[in-house]
């Protein structure tokens, strides 16, 4: 695992977010942009991204396998986190906070902060595995994610189309079709342009992301980003003790070092910011929703290297 790079990749994404906090303070990035930026990052540069860290692995069995071990590790994961997250937030007494505090403990923002930091960590190998992972990620995020949010709501309903039709499903259908065309086509690759221009819309991912991020935070005051015990929770659980939990239970459970800090750095991952856009959308604490991405996102610059580090030391014991 390369900390070096982990620790370059959070110094610059530290500093996007306080150019995206600037520029939301300037009014550069108002509401209206944010939810443009948003919609830009969702619908084009995110399944860019996805299949870019697809494809760009060279076709090999072993490569396959390794997506698809990814995906059944990413199930476990999420449901292991579904349970802790419901158990941890039965005693929040208003209904809205909790389903935004349960969704959050569960979906982290694996898919624009999540692949260039596995990649800082791994190499090609971890943009590769996170990219799989946002096939599970999506699937749940319109399935149980969707599930949190209808409780004791009769407007809000799951779809079969929304399950397996979706921005994240779809292009990791697509990257992985053309990923496995050499196992059937031999000597096949893709056109040096359809590679560069997939890499330049990917690379939007994150710096606007983190400029969306730093944005929100410049709306919302020191009391409302650092004020709330109920973020504090969301947070110690969120960026602490659930991915440290899990590396214990891998480490005795004997899975190898790279599957556990892998593990781990996925769940170490601030909120996704899906959870507030769908708090605005289904009017869920949409505010409180919007306060649990940014300070997350904040407080896991500092949180994440430390976290992994200590993860790195468990693995040796």
């Not at 944010?34 to 692995?57: C, D, E, G």
């Not at 996102?297 to 949180?303: E, V, Y």
Request: charged letters at 10%.
């Amino acid at each position: 695992m390369n900390f070096s790079a982990l620790l370059t990749t959070i110094a610059t994404l530290f500093v996007m977010l306080i150019v995206g906090y600037i520029a939301g303070k300037l009014k550069i990035i108002d509401e209206v942009a944010s939810k443009k930026l948003s919609s830009l990052i969702l619908k084009i540069s995110q399944p860019a991204l996805i299949v870019y860290s697809i494809v760009k692995m060279q076709y090999s069995a072993e490569n396959l396998k390794l997506g698809l071990q990814t995906i059944l590790l990413c199930f476990i994961l999420h449901f292991f986190l579904a349970g802790l997250a419901f158990l941890a937030c039965l005693k929040i007494k208003t209904l809205d906070e909790r389903k935004i505090l349960e969704f959050s403990m569960i979906f982290g923002n694996t898919g624009f902060i999540g692949i260039p930091i596995m990649e800082s960590l791994f190499g090609d190998v971890g943009a590769f595995m996170a990219a799989f992972n946002m096939v599970v990620f999506n699937t749940l995020l319109w399935t149980l994610g969707l599930s949190i949010f209808a409780r004791k709501r009769d407007d809000i309903k799951l779809t079969v189309k929304q399950v397996l039709i979706n921005k994240g499903t779809v292009p990791s259908v697509i990257g992985i079709a053309i990923f496995v065309i050499p196992a059937f086509w031999s000597g096949f690759k893709l056109p040096a342009f359809a590679l560069s221009s997939l890499s330049y819309v990917a690379s939007l991912c994150t710096p606007v992301s983190m400029f969306i991020i730093g944005a929100l935070l410049s709306r919302r005051t020191a009391k409302q980003i650092f004020g709330s015990p109920k973020v504090y929770y969301l947070s110690l659980f969120k960026l602490i003790v659930s991915p440290l939990l899990i590396c214990v239970i891998m480490k005795l459970l004997g899975f190898d070092q790279m599957w556990i800090l892998f593990s781990v750095a996925l769940t170490c991952m601030p909120t996704a910011t899906s959870v507030s856009m769908l708090g605005e959308v289904y009017d869920v604490a949409p505010g409180f929703s919007a306060q649990g991405v940014g300070t997350t996102s904040l407080l896991s610059i500092a949180t994440m290297p430390c976290i992994l580090w200590l993860a790195q030391k468990i693995i040796e014991l």
